[in-house]
């Protein structure tokens, strides 16, 4: 069994487990349905632009309900006096303002948001001084090792996210130049344990209740953030936190448990944003839940192009579930 460390319980936490954002994915409807399953686990929105908030407080990725709580809502942005505007409309929603210093994708980077905040240590420590003197949440902060293998600065940067105030970081522990290749090194994370006093979440390849063990025993994190092994069982999360808190390991869901959380998953999104964009929306998620059906790549060749309803029902009832 795994004790929680003092340094999460005194943010609040109740467990060792957190739900990483991701843009598209875990929206208020995702998230609802890891609550479900489980009430301590942290849960994270997507990355909200601090400079689209600035224009657009109606967007749908600031949704939120009564049962999120604890949640992360997570801002992106290089300006700090932008990002205080958008940590300040969202704190009351919030545990945690989480700000996203890890992002790799060019159209982030190349405006200075994200893991390019990684080059500019001054700029991102002024942005956490900023939003933390601003807010009455905690800020915890997103990272990668470095932008490059050679220029990789996780320690000085945590060091520095510290001492302007951040009260938890988590580190995927790959470069920006990595992207996703390769495998997350989370014995780096080791090295960083032994050089600040925050708690860190390791984050990186977690997609199983041994990764998430082994990822603990390695790094020596106070916990861990799962993002994309979420996609393939809403319940990992859930079943983390159990065997961490009391050493019994749930079952995977079987095939045809998979197919009901499916259904459950489109029809909330349906209900959500209305039947034709939920629809769509939703392609992205059939080929995680089906990749373990016998004939994955044509259902899913037929899942995300159908936009009738009941087809869809249709072909998922035709799925054998053994
Ligand atoms: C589709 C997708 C969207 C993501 N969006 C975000 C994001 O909005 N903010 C962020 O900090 N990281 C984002 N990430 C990175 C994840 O939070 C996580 O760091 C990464 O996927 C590695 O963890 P994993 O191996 O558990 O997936 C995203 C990842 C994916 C796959």
Known sequence: MYQISPKLSKLGLKSQVSSAPMAGITDLVLRQIIRSYNSDVLLTSEMISSEALKINKNCNVIDTDDLQSPVAFQISGHKPDVMTIAAKYLEDRADFIDINMGCPVNKVVCGGDG???????????????????????????????????????????????????????????????????????????????????????????????????????????????????VLSDLSLPHRIDTFLKTGKKLPEPTLAQKIECLKKHLNNEITYRGENVGIKFFRKFYPYYISKTRNASALRGLLVIEENYNRIMEILGEINCG
């Open 115 to 229: 893991s390019a905040l990684m080059k500019t240590p001054e700029l991102a420590y002024n942005i956490v001084k900023e939003v933390k003197k601003n807010i009455s949440k905690p800020v915890s902060v997103k990272i990668r090792l470095g932008y490059t293998f050679d220029t990789m600065n996780y320690i000085e940067f945590s060091q520095l996210m510290q001492e302007a105030g951040a009260s938890l970081i988590t580190i995927h522990a790959r470069t920006r130049k990595q992207m996703y290749s390769g495998s997350a090194d989370w014995g780096k994370i080791a090295d960083l344990m032994k050089e600040i006093d925050i708690p860190v979440f390791a984050n990186g390849d977690i997609n199983s209740i041994d990764s998430a063990t082994e990822c603990l025993e390695i790094s020596k994190a106070d916990g861990i953030a799962i993002g994309r092994g």
